[in-house]
Every structure is written in C-alpha cells, then in structure tokens.
Nanobody, 128 residues
Framework: VQLQASGGGLVQVGGSLRLSCAASGFTAEYYVIGWFRQAPGKEREGVSCISSSDGSSGGRIVYADAAKGRFTISRDSANNTAYLQMNSLKPEDTAVYYC??????????????????WGQGTQVTVSS
C-alpha cells in the first residue's frame, strides 16, 4: 500500500489548490481516505475524510470545522486517486498536508490513529 500526495505549492490569500493522493497497491474506493495537515510548531490535525464506497454512493464525508465550506474531498475510482480541492485559502491553511488510508469502513473519522497507511506530505503555503 502506497500513497503519493502532490499538488501543494505557494498561493496567495483567497487562491485555490487541488491536492492529489495517488494510491497504489490497493483499490482506493474500498478504503477510507483522510487528509491531515501539520503547521509549523503545531500538532497534526485532521482536515477531511471520505469513507469506503458502499456501491451506491461515493462514500460518507467528514470535514473539520476549519475546512467546511472551503474544502472539498473527492475520489476518482478510475484513477485510483483522491483529491482535496481547497478554495478561499487563508494564511492559517499553511501546513504540510498528508493523505492517509484505512481499511474498509462505511464511516470515517479525521482521527489520525484510525489510519494505518500514510503518504509523504506536500507543502501548502498561503501568502498574505
């Protein structure tokens, strides 16, 4: 099981970025995918997650309060990739963003202890 996060970069306040999490060695549709971030000097925190697909829907989604209304998590089964679309970015969104995976569940949490597989981080910097 491998996860490859990408798409980070430098963006101005109010801008957008789309992070990608490419999965290999497993079918992402059957796993829980979570996005986390760690800002300098702070603990890692959950941003969003999408549960395993139950076949009739893409999965249940959870957002942290800081992400609600601005971030959108999605998953492309054909590409075995999950995404985090981030809009209206703020300086406080600056962090290293990680994607993670957990085994099949029809619910998800943004608690990092629930995740077994982690990708390397991708840096997001929002300049004011």
């Amino acid at each position: 099981v491998q996860l490859q996060a990408s798409g980070g970069g430098l963006v101005q306040v109010g801008g957008s970025l789309r992070l990608s999490c490419a999965a290999s060695g497993f079918t992402a549709e059957y796993y829980v995918i979570g996005w986390f971030r760690q800002a300098p000097g702070k603990e890692r925190e959950g941003v969003s997650c999408i549960s395993s697909s139950d076949g009739s829907s893409g999965g249940r989604i959870v957002y942290a309060d800081a992400a609600k209304g601005r971030f959108t998590i999605s998953r492309d089964s054909a590409n075995n990739t999950a995404y985090l679309q981030m809009n209206s970015l703020k300086p406080e969104d600056t962090a290293v963003y990680y994607c993670a995976a957990a085994h099949f569940r029809l619910e998800c949490t943004i608690e990092e202890n629930d995740y077994f597989y982690w990708g390397q981080g991708t840096q997001v910097t929002v300049s004011s």
